[in-house]
């Protein structure tokens, strides 16, 4: 079947086999999207369709994450190997002028992460207090009082701005945050401000509202997986993340309310971003989107401004990862999950047990980044929910997939028959004429 006869069958042989449960009406507004909102077949829930044990999941030690335990897994040893083994590849690397490795890919990759090192767990980019801006008190007036459901549209359209894909906004789950990290206990107290000292970080209790925040990824440098064009994609995520919970944070204070402004530090952004209704846990206990796939990094906000909060999301995201298996299958670790179903068995320390998911072995996962010199994302780039949305088909696809999720066997041999997902030359990303920061800004529009 070519892409032609595909897309016919997308258009008329799905629907049938849904026995015609997706009009043509329906099919033709698969494109349509709410502003500041999902596309319209994505539903919203009152809880995440993933259950919580409460009387497991609690608040993580972020010491236990794959970068702290994975000396513990493999021993000093075996780590000293690895380091080894990674230099000495990277050095023949060179000498071969292997594309994706060569020097100039190396310099794309590390000038890709300059803005990301300006931040840090309350300092730089992520500082818990505000850096410039004025407050309305220092202007002479009161602080914003609008409507919950004002600043919420406000708070979406400043993100936006300042470069988010999606944002969501939830009331915080304090066992998303986590209790300690870098040797310091971060604890709730009531206080008027966050502060920091030598023992411990705190958040005001007041800051029961967090705002996620999803960060394009550009789908041209992750396709060449496992090279540093795809490193230099996931870094220039991380820089443009560092730049957007600046900038939204300075804002909320210039509103006159309190900011805590968080990337990978703090606590969860997969968990918040669930609640905030960003997308669904998929099979690479990572969040996927309905509009990007998992093409995206993740942010985080907490403010005590009152926010109108949106709800968890169900587009048959975890029914397709049941049949998909297609980033485990390419997983060249063997680190992700192969079960049907997601259940509550941790692999490790590095999971925070209590909680529903498809658990991974993620130090093997680091070690393969070692080994492979230049980390690794070839399971977000096998994807069938990465994808260029410029065309009808990958939305009605996708649409499809929401409403009759037992068709994604079919829509994942496609989507490998077409040869979706597959490495591309990393020789050829400097050929390409590419958008701003590499991001096609309409993907995931139609």
Same mark, same amino acid.
């Given at each position: 079947?070519?892409?032609?006869?595909?897309?016919?069958?997308?258009?008329?042989?799905?629907?049938?086999?849904?026995?015609?449960?997706?009009?043509?009406?329906?099919?033709?507004?698969?494109?349509?999207?709410?502003?500041?909102?999902?596309?319209?077949?994505?539903?919203?829930?009152?809880?995440?369709?993933?259950?919580?044990?409460?009387?497991?999941?609690?608040?993580?030690?972020?010491?236990?994450?794959?970068?702290?335990?994975?000396?513990?897994?493999?021993?000093?040893?075996?780590?000293?190997?690895?380091?080894?083994?990674?230099?000495?590849?990277?050095?023949?690397?060179?000498?071969?002028? #292997?594309?994706?490795?060569?020097?100039?890919?190396?310099?794309?990759?590390?000038?890709?992460?300059?803005?990301?090192?300006?931040?840090?767990?309350?300092?730089?980019?992520?500082?818990?207090?505000?850096?410039?801006?004025?407050?309305?008190?220092?202007?002479?007036?009161? *602080?914003?009082?609008?409507?919950?459901?004002?600043?919420?549209?406000?708070?979406?359209?400043?993100?936006?701005?300042?470069?988010?894909?999606?944002?969501?906004?939830?009331?915080?789950?304090?066992?998303?945050?986590?209790?300690?990290? #870098?040797?310091?206990?971060?604890?709730?107290?009531?206080?008027?401000?966050?502060?920091?000292?030598?023992?411990?970080?705190?958040?005001?209790?007041?800051?029961?509202?967090?705002?996620?925040?999803?960060?394009?990824?550009?789908?041209?440098?992750?396709?060449?997986?496992?090279?540093?064009?795809?490193?230099?994609?996931?870094?220039?995520?991380?820089?443009?993340?560092?730049?957007?919970?600046?900038?939204?944070?300075?804002?909320?204070?210039?509103?006159?309310?309190?900011?805590?402004?968080?990337?990978?530090?703090?606590?969860?952004?997969?968990?918040?971003?669930?609640?905030?209704?960003?997308?669904?846990?998929?099979?690479?206990?990572?969040?996927?989107?309905?509009?990007?796939?998992?093409?995206?990094?993740?942010?985080?906000?907490?403010?005590?401004?009152?926010?109108?909060?949106?709800?968890?999301?169900?587009?048959?995201?975890?029914?397709?990862?049941?049949?998909? *298996?297609?980033?485990?299958?390419?997983?060249?670790?063997?680190?992700?999950?192969?079960?049907?179903?997601?259940?509550?068995?941790? @692999?490790?320390?590095?999971?925070?047990?209590?909680?529903?998911?498809?658990?991974?072995?993620?130090?093997?996962?680091?070690?393969?980044?070692?080994?492979?010199?230049?980390?690794?994302?070839? @399971?977000?780039?096998?994807?069938?929910?990465?994808?260029?949305?410029?065309?009808?088909?990958?939305?009605?696809?996708?649409?499809?997939?929401?409403?009759?999720?037992?068709?994604?066997?079919?829509?994942?041999?496609?989507?490998?028959?077409?040869?979706?997902?597959?490495?591309?030359?990393?020789?050829?990303?400097?050929?390409?004429?590419?958008?701003?920061?590499?991001?096609?800004?309409?993907?995931?529009?139609?």
């Amino acid at each position: 079947m070519d892409r032609r006869e595909f897309f016919k069958f997308g258009l008329g042989g799905a629907a049938l086999a849904a026995g015609g449960s997706l009009t043509p009406a329906e099919a033709s507004s698969s494109q349509k999207r709410v502003p500041q909102g999902h596309p319209w077949w994505v539903k919203t829930l009152e809880k995440s369709k993933l259950a919580i044990d409460n009387a497991v999941y609690s608040r993580y030690k972020s010491q236990n994450n794959v970068f702290g335990s994975f000396a513990r897994y493999y021993g000093q040893e075996k780590m000293k190997e690895l380091y080894r083994n990674s230099q000495e590849k990277t050095a023949k690397y060179y000498q071969e002028k #292997r594309p994706g490795y060569k020097l100039e890919d190396r310099a794309l990759a590390d000038a890709s992460w300059v803005i990301s090192r300006l931040g840090g767990l309350n300092r730089g980019t992520r500082s818990w207090n505000r850096k410039f801006i004025r407050t309305p008190e220092e202007r002479g007036i009161d *602080k914003y009082q609008g409507t919950p459901e004002a600043a919420a549209r406000l708070i979406k359209a400043a993100a936006r701005y300042f470069g988010a894909a999606t944002t969501g906004i939830a009331i915080l789950d304090r066992r998303h945050i986590c209790s300690e990290e #870098r040797d310091k206990k971060i604890v709730f107290e009531n206080v008027h401000e966050p502060y920091g000292d030598e023992e411990k970080l705190v958040i005001p209790d007041k800051c029961t509202y967090a705002i996620a925040v999803s960060i394009l990824m550009p789908i041209d440098n992750i396709q060449c997986s496992p090279t540093a064009i795809s490193s230099a994609g996931s870094a220039m995520g991380y820089s443009r993340a560092e730049f957007l919970v600046a900038g939204l944070a300075e804002f909320i204070r210039g509103l006159g309310y309190t900011a805590i402004p968080s990337v990978n530090d703090l606590g969860s952004s997969v968990a918040i971003a669930l609640d905030a209704g960003l997308g669904e846990l998929g099979r690479t206990n990572r969040l996927i989107s309905p509009e990007y796939g998992p093409m995206v990094r993740l942010a985080k906000i907490l403010t005590d401004l009152p926010l109108a909060t949106d709800r968890p999301i169900d587009f048959g995201l975890q029914e397709f990862c049941q049949t998909c *298996k297609r980033c485990a299958e390419a997983c060249p670790s063997g680190c992700l999950s192969f079960k049907d179903e997601p259940d509550f068995e941790v @692999c490790g320390e590095w999971n925070n047990p209590g909680h529903q998911a498809w658990f991974e072995n993620a130090p093997k996962c680091l070690a393969y980044w070692r080994e492979s010199t230049s980390g690794c994302s070839i @399971c977000i780039a096998v994807c069938p929910w990465s994808k260029k949305d410029k065309t009808m088909i990958h939305q009605l696809v996708k649409t499809t997939s929401a409403r009759m999720p037992f068709l994604a066997g079919f829509f994942t041999a496609m989507d490998e028959a077409f040869g979706y997902g597959r490495q591309k030359r990393a020789d050829q990303w400097w050929k390409l004429n590419l958008p701003e920061y590499g991001i096609d800004t309409t993907q995931g529009k139609g």
